[in-house]
């Protein structure tokens, strides 16, 4: 390797997950040794939104950080033995648990930690409430009860494009935020298959609701932290707070300064807000 030019500490690579009894092979990125963390993306998007946290030296010293491209976003291509394209894509709640679990699984990882922002703060919630044993802790990011009224016909429609997807997932993000990775972070929903975010989206407004479910996480089984940013209109902080709430002993926090993309759109902020939530899991742990 010539030492006059520089490389990231994180590597990519692809494994065939069975899910739903078909097979997909889906890309993630990791690097960092110790308790497994695994890192969710949002709705439309994929892995990239980490690259900054997956490069942050303290946290390599404690987790195997792991971030992953959904099936159907990024590099995880559709599935080549089935008729994809003759049915509408939809994820679905019990779809998209099954990725992370799998993965763990895949990987090795014992007990490991999850992380995610908004499908992936959601997710958080119904990993902790559905399969509490497999995650010894979860950190939502962005997260809600219930965020009715996103899946609509507008997010996949012919006369609607990926640029326009992408300049409203800009008005999601805090305006102190560096202008370069705002910019970044709409770039890469700018990327996303002209299906995705809408079919994302049926799990984001539809499918996970636990208004009446929340009260019986355990979190005495596995730790439920939430965290939604300041000018993140769409998992606000006050519906943020409003779920830990719902959760006994969850903690709730308000990111300052930050919207609905916190670990992509200022990353440098991010850390100092998420650094203290993983430092007491790994002191717990």
Request: proline fraction near 6%.
């Amino acid at each position: 390797m010539n030492n006059n030019y520089r490389f990231d500490a994180t590597v990519g690579r692809y494994v065939y997950l069975q899910l739903d009894g078909i097979e997909h092979r889906v890309y993630f990125e990791e690097t960092g040794e110790g308790i497994p963390l695994l890192l969710q993306h949002t709705a439309g998007a994929d892995g990239r939104q980490w690259r900054h946290v997956l490069e942050d030296a303290r946290l390599q010293e404690q987790f195997r950080l792991i971030a992953y491209d959904l099936p159907y976003h990024g590099k995880s291509v559709p599935p080549t033995e089935v008729a994809w394209w003759c049915e509408p894509y939809r994820l679905t709640k019990d779809f998209l648990m099954q990725v992370p679990i799998t993965l763990a699984d895949a990987l090795g990882c014992e007990q490991p930690v999850y992380m995610g922002s908004s499908i992936g703060g959601h997710l958080a919630i119904d990993l902790a409430l559905y399969h509490g044993d497999k995650f010894r802790a979860v950190v939502g990011l962005e997260a809600s009860a219930h965020t009715p009224g996103g899946f609509v016909d507008e997010f996949y429609h012919p006369e609607i494009s990926n640029d326009y997807k992408a300049h409203l997932m800009y008005g999601l993000m805090a305006p102190m935020s560096p202008e370069a990775l705002r910019r970044e972070t709409a770039w890469v929903y700018s990327q996303g298959a002209p299906s995705v975010f809408k079919g994302d989206l049926y799990y984001y407004s539809v499918d996970h609701d636990v208004r009446n479910t929340a009260a019986s996480i355990d979190t005495d089984r596995c730790s439920v932290d939430i965290l939604n940013g300041e000018y993140d209109w769409s998992g606000t902080p006050e519906l943020g707070a409003e779920l830990a709430a719902m959760i006994p002993n969850a903690r709730y926090k308000t990111m300052q300064g930050l919207g609905h993309f916190p670990m992509c759109e200022n990353p440098e902020a991010f850390l100092k807000e998420i650094r203290p939530v993983l430092a007491r899991i790994a002191e717990a742990a």
